[in-house]
């Protein structure tokens, strides 16, 4: 079994670290498109209804309870601002993920390299 050399157990941790930051990224992706999903729902609805009235009965969330929204129009806008705020949040933890990712495999090779490096002086350096 090799022993790590100090320099090569800090790349281990920061390789490790750099693995638990792209899991904590896509985590935070999958929870921002479930929310998009969720606005991009509540616009098609909201829209569907003021095909049908011109101001429908709407109520929105307020923490814990709903109270009526009086103006229908002005959620609507509200949502599409909100919806548009997320897809920008997507896009930037996107960028973030692959930027990560890449790292990752460039520690990873780096890493990989060094270890057989070492192994290579061992293995030369062992008496027969």
């Known amino acids: 079994m090799i022993k790590l050399p100090p320099q090569l157990q800090n790349q281990y941790r920061e390789l490790e670290n750099a693995r638990q930051t792209s899991i904590r990224i896509a985590a935070d992706i999958n929870r921002l498109e479930i929310q998009k999903v969720s606005v991009e729902n509540a616009i098609t ?9 011109q101001n429908p009965i709407i109520y929105k969330n307020a923490g814990v309870i709903l109270i009526r929204a009086p103006d229908a129009k002005k959620i609507l806008e509200e949502l599409k601002e ?10 930037s933890r996107r960028k973030q993920l692959e930027r990560v990712n890449e790292q990752i495999q460039t520690m990873s090779n780096r890493l990989t390299q060094a270890l057989q490096q070492l192994r290579q002086s061992q293995d ?3 008496p027969m």
């Open 45 to 53: 609805e909201l829209e569907k209804a003021l095909e049908k009235e």
């Open 82 to 91: 909100k919806n548009e705020l997320l897809e920008m949040r997507l896009k």
């Open 124 to 126: 030369f350096q062992t």
